[in-house]
Nanobody
C-alpha cells in the first residue's frame, strides 16, 4: 500500500523557517516524482515544488523561488521542503503528492498526475 506521511508544519513568525517532510512507502521504483502543493480554503491546490527521484530534477513555483528548497533522502524515501523567509501569504495547508507512473517529468503540477497524497499540514505565518 502506497503511503505518504507529511510532517513539519506549524506556527512561525514572518521571516522564519519551517521544514516539511514527506515520507513515502509502499513502492520500490525510483522513477517517481514527489510534488509539494498548497491549498487555501475555497481555492484549487497549487503546485509549489517537485522533484524527480531518478535524477534529482526539481522545479519551483515563481512565488517560492529563492525561498524554498526541495531535497530528498533517497535512503529513507523522504522528500523535504525547506521553507525560508516565510510570509503570511504562505499560510495555507501543504500536501505532498506522488506521481508513480515513471513517464512524466518535473515541472508538472497537473493534479491528475499525482495518484497518491499525504495528509495536509497547516503552515501558519504571523506578522
Amino acid at each position: 500500500e502506497v503511503q505518504l506521511v507529511v510532517s513539519g508544519g506549524g506556527l512561525v513568525q514572518a521571516g522564519g523557517s519551517l521544514r516539511l517532510s514527506c515520507a513515502a512507502s509502499g513502492f520500490t521504483s525510483d522513477r517517481y516524482i514527489i510534488g509539494w502543493f498548497r491549498q487555501a480554503p475555497g481555492t484549487e491546490r497549487d503546485g509549489v515544488s517537485c522533484i524527480r527521484f531518478s535524477d534529482g530534477r526539481s522545479d519551483y513555483a515563481d512565488s517560492v523561488k529563492g525561498r524554498f528548497t526541495i531535497s530528498t533522502d533517497n535512503a529513507k524515501n523522504k522528500v523535504y521542503l525547506q521553507m525560508n523567509s516565510l510570509t503570511p501569504e504562505d499560510t495555507v495547508v501543504y500536501y505532498c503528492g506522488a506521481d508513480l507512473e515513471g513517464i512524466h517529468t518535473c515541472p508538472g503540477y497537473g493534479l491528475t498526475r499525482y495518484e497518491y497524497w499525504g495528509q495536509g499540514t497547516q503552515v501558519t505565518v504571523y506578522s
